[in-house]
């Protein structure tokens, strides 16, 4: 029998005689391989981002907006019936739907300054209530978030972002300093942790908290003016209780609102756990789609590797009757020729995994998404490769071991 290593310096000698014809031949495989890689590498971190965006929002949460108009003519008969959000809508829905277990107020304040004493920015204020940050995961690096107490007493604190404490107060210590937000001051009592800029997933956009400061709301209710025809409040987040139907809860507190509103339709209700599924089902139809695409390609490099190895087996039709000559027997030639065109197919998968990899950290550099090569992309990419370029060399294989050993001496 031919030892596998004898077949393999075969196949590289083969390669490397024909070299230009063996890279054209593998070129399928390299690009199929590489958007194998590209393809995973992409989706993988899309759904590893849009998981984390839709987690921050709280799978058990229900975020009910007020709605913005580009009109105000359609503002004004908006509000001749109902005045928008406001905490009122915040009690009927506590009092009223099954399974909440607590419901938040937000408003977004528009400061026109906001300075201390060593420098000034231009950041989002926002007032909630003080369990804010445990249903949206916002941790603080320094300092403490506002609590009940400062919320019933209007305590004019603040926790601000990082990035605002780098505007604002250089490299020095933020906890304990006060700054002022229009003509309010305010003292600063917690530091949030450092965090990413703006995310989006399926049309919702979450801003990053580098460039915010909170505020208790009791205080941005009462201490900042609201735009004229601007409702109370910018933001209900209604968290459910742990097994209480969210979407079918996100219905019943649509109908209430209704009702509250006089059918204005004035506000917007988003539901992470819905966003969930609609991610996950685009990912899929992504997948499939890419994968389609990727299949196309390895397909050609197939053919492209079954069309040089027919044109090896020809050319080499007087070397197997020699070999079948001297001993070998059938399945060594097909062993022969089988190795060779996965040694094509393997070069080529290597490749495509150089090339899909590099694909993926520059779409990471250039556009700003997030890219994860994982061990599985890597080897579902050289096995497919792999198993492709053995489907197609099957066949030149058998071709080359049913010779008949006397013509194939003759075959000049």
Known sequence: MIEVHEALSSSVESLRSHGLRSVLSTLGIIFGAGAVIAMLSIGAGAERQALETIDAMGLRNVLVKDKVFDRDDEKQEIRRKSAGLAFRDADAIRDAVPGVERVIAKIEVEPWKVLSAKGSAKPKVIGVSHDYPELVKLPVREGRFFGSSDEETFAQVCVIGDGVRREL??????????????????????????????????????????????????????????????????????????????????????????????????????????????????????????????????????????????????????????????????????????????????????????????????????????????????????????????????????????????ESLRYE
């Not at 956009?205 to 025809?229: C, D, H, M, Q, W």
């Not at 009702?259 to 004035?266: E, M, N, Q």
């Open 169 to 406: 107060f250089g490299f020095e210590a933020a906890v304990g300093r006060p700054l002022k937000i229009n003509e309010q001051w305010l003292t600063v009592v917690g530091v949030l942790a450092a965090g990413g800029g703006p995310r989006e997933v399926q049309g919702i956009t979450l801003s990053g908290t580098a460039n915010e400061i909170y505020v208790p709301v009791t205080v941005a209710e009462r201490k900042f003016g609201r735009a004229p025809l601007k409702s109370a409040l910018d933001e209900l987040i209604v968290r459910m209780a742990p097994g209480a139907p969210v979407q079918e809860s996100s219905t019943v507190i649509a109908s209430l609102l209704d009702r509250l509103h006089g059918g204005a339709a004035d506000y917007t209700i988003t539901v992470p756990e819905a966003l969930l599924e609609q991610s996950r089902k685009t990912q899929r139809l992504f997948d499939i789609v890419m994968g389609a695409i990727a299949s196309i390609s390895l397909i050609v490099g197939g053919i492209g590797i079954m069309n040089i190895m027919l044109a090896t087996v020809l050319e080499r039709t007087r070397e197997i009757g020699v070999r079948r000559a001297v001993g070998a027997r059938q399945v060594d030639i097909r062993n022969q020729f089988v190795i060779e065109a996965f040694t094509i197919t393997a070069a080529g998968g290597v490749l495509g995994i150089l090339m899909g990899v590099a694909i993926a950290k520059g779409v990471a550099f250039y556009a700003g998404w997030k890219t994860i090569v994982t061990v599985f992309s890597v080897v579902l990419s050289v096995g497919v490769s792999v198993g492709v370029g053995l489907i197609f060399g099957i066949y030149p294989a058998l071709r080359a071991a049913r010779l008949d050993p006397i």
